[in-house]
């Protein structure tokens, strides 16, 4: 649909940036928010006062005024702060406790 509002809090990677400023000159995408970008590893939660960015598609994003860009700040809810707290107390419990590897509940290797 033309015009249509894109909203990404997920994972950067998502996005294809030069497509969605692409879609914003032309009127397809109307706006645009965005708490993830793909390479914001390199940018977000640095002291970028006194440097310049040299990703070219970030700074075209910055500057446009139909995308709200955040650094990142989904994830800082009450709730998911909990959850990550009692998930690395249960991992320290657990992993003082002898377990290793896949016998942790919570291991993604």
Known sequence: ???VILINTSRGGLIDANALISGLHSGIIGGC???VYENEGEYFFQDYSSKSIQDE???AMLGNNRIVLTAHQAFFTREAIDK???TTIENFFNFASGLRGNELPNSVC
């Open 33 to 35: 928010g965005l708490d």
């Open 57 to 59: 598609r970030l700074i």
């Open 84 to 86: 990550i707290v009692s």
């Open 1 to 3: 649909k033309k015009g």
